[in-house]
């Protein structure tokens, strides 16, 4: 009975990665009917910038502006901490598990590293309530321009719309806010480098982009076939 708490937080922290699984349903099913049972659902997993994504969110949809901004300015360095730890990770020692000639041996580590770094965005992404926040980075500066512009903080509302826009250049509603913000800039004392995104977006931007193109042209290049099958298993 003393392990009833963690049984139930182990099994909905699974069940929030494999929302599918037919064994774990029915076994948080039967949790969910002993009583006091929904005290210990909770994520087991949860790191700090998912909390303060939480946080702000909520927040955000009680109007509580400063205080969503406060979190979610918190949210964003944890991110990109957990995200550097994760790409530093990758590059760890590698088990050899057959002796090819030296340069292939070079090649194949340096493909797995990089396989591994473009799957830390989406390790990292978090999942909340069963469903996944897609394009996570992005979504946080959606938050927080729609924060600073509510509180009419138009310089860091500007500075935001431009980071989101770095991720989802395409989005039609962000490109009129920027829009919007270009046409006001002399009423509210703008700048050009105002419309400029923040260095942390443009850094994280700029890393990924990178990683990802280098896995294609190495995917391309250096790998068998056999190899590229293995890898996007």
């Not at 994520?43 to 979610?72: C, H, Q």
């Not at 340096?110 to 394009?135: D, H, M, R, W």
């Not at 977006?201 to 076939?225: C, G, P, S, W």
């Amino acid at each position: 009975a003393n392990n009833l708490p963690k049984a139930i937080a182990a099994a909905h922290t699974f069940l929030l990665k494999h929302p599918d699984d037919e064994m774990m349903q029915r076994n948080m099913a039967y949790y969910k009917s002993i009583p006091d049972a929904e005290e210990h659902i909770k994520d087991l997993e949860t790191k700090p910038y998912e909390t303060l994504f939480v946080r702000a969110v909520r927040a955000y949809n009680g109007d509580n502006w400063r205080t969503s901004i406060s979190d979610m300015e918190l949210a964003l360095p944890e991110f990109f901490k957990a995200y550097d730890d994760c790409i530093a990770a990758c590059e760890g020692s590698r088990e050899i598990r057959d002796f090819k000639d030296f340069y292939l041996s070079i090649a194949d580590h340096y493909i797995e590293v990089l396989a591994c770094k473009v799957q830390c965005e989406s390790n990292l992404t978090p999942i909340i309530g069963g469903f996944v926040v897609e394009k996570f980075v992005a979504t946080m500066y959606h938050y927080l321009q729609f924060a600073y512009y509510k509180l009419n903080d138009m310089k860091n509302a500007a500075s935001c719309a431009a980071s989101y826009l770095l991720f989802d250049e395409k989005d039609e509603v962000m490109k009129q806010n920027m829009v919007y913000y270009q046409y006001h800039k002399d009423k509210w004392g703008l700048k050009e480098d105002d419309f400029q995104p923040r260095s942390e977006a443009v850094r994280y931007h700029n890393i990924t982009t990178l990683q990802l193109e280098m896995y294609a042209f190495a995917k391309e290049h250096l790998m068998d076939d056999d190899e590229v099958s293995f890898l996007e298993m």
